[in-house]
């Protein structure tokens, strides 16, 4: 069973430029959240997907933005790079919507860099 | 903004003893989840406690959670060096909620 997969692991960008990152959920979940982690911070909330629409939103520009297929994967866009933007950007995915059980895994991680 | 705080924020044992590692938050919670994050990479999942539940147990790993202090322990026993890495506690308030992080204990377990 796989686990949350990200793509891609490493990343560099030019400021300004636009970026997508990839994420599959575990098996069995439909509910996908992102989260940016900054060193030596801890994540993050940037939003939630479920059912193709975002759910919830953190404090995050509208330079962020989500889709989510049918087949629950998900992407996490950001356009207008800054340097500001560089981080981890984890993927979490949750078993359906409405359980009580809300345990969260999450993927590897993509590495943002931006120069 | 940032729920959890962990304490300390940095622990270094020897390998063999135990770890303890706190965690205080701000409102009321659903669930509590401690994670490990090894070199910046992904969060695995170590351990979710609900609100009405007081300690919990899985392999060396005890849970404590406290809600009228809003306050949690990870006790981490028989520390190896393998559980170098840094500790999340997250909270939720309801189901499908976002997970609000503190900002991580770095555990150093020296050989």
């Known amino acids: 069973d796989a686990g949350v997969t990200q793509s891609p692991t490493h990343l560099i960008k030019t400021r300004g430029q636009q970026v997508t990152l990839r994420c599959s959920p575990k098996s069995g979940h439909d509910t996908v959240s992102w989260y940016q982690q900054a060193l030596g911070q801890g994540p993050q909330f940037i939003f939630q997907y479920y059912e193709e629409e975002e759910r919830q939103r953190g404090n995050f520009p509208d330079r962020f933005s989500g889709h989510q297929f049918p087949n629950y994967s998900s992407e996490l866009n950001v356009n207008a790079l800054l340097l500001g933007d560089s981080a981890l950007y984890l993927c979490?995915?949750?078993?359906?919507?409405?359980?009580?059980?809300?345990?969260?895994?999450f993927g590897q991680g993509t590495r943002l860099t931006v120069v | 903004s940032q729920q959890g705080e962990e304490d300390p924020q940095a622990l270094s044992i020897q390998e063999g003893e135990n770890a303890t590692m706190n965690c205080s938050y701000k409102?009321?919670?659903?669930?509590l989840q401690w994670y490990r994050q090894n070199s910046g990479r992904g969060l695995v999942h170590l351990i979710l406690?609900?609100?009405?539940?007081r300690e919990k147990h899985s392999g060396r790993l005890r849970v404590t959670l406290d809600t009228s202090k809003k306050s949690s322990s990870l006790l981490i026993t028989a520390s190896r060096a393998a559980d170098t890495a840094s500790y999340f506690c997250?909270?939720?308030?309801?189901?499908?909620?976002?997970?609000?992080f503190g900002k991580g204990i770095t555990l150093s377990v020296r050989p």
């Open positions: 979490a995915s949750s078993p359906i919507q409405g359980s009580t059980n809300t345990e969260a895994f």
């Open positions: 406690i609900r609100s009405n539940e």
């Open positions: 997250a909270t939720d308030v309801g189901a499908n909620s976002k997970l609000t």
């Open positions: 409102t009321s919670i659903n669930n």
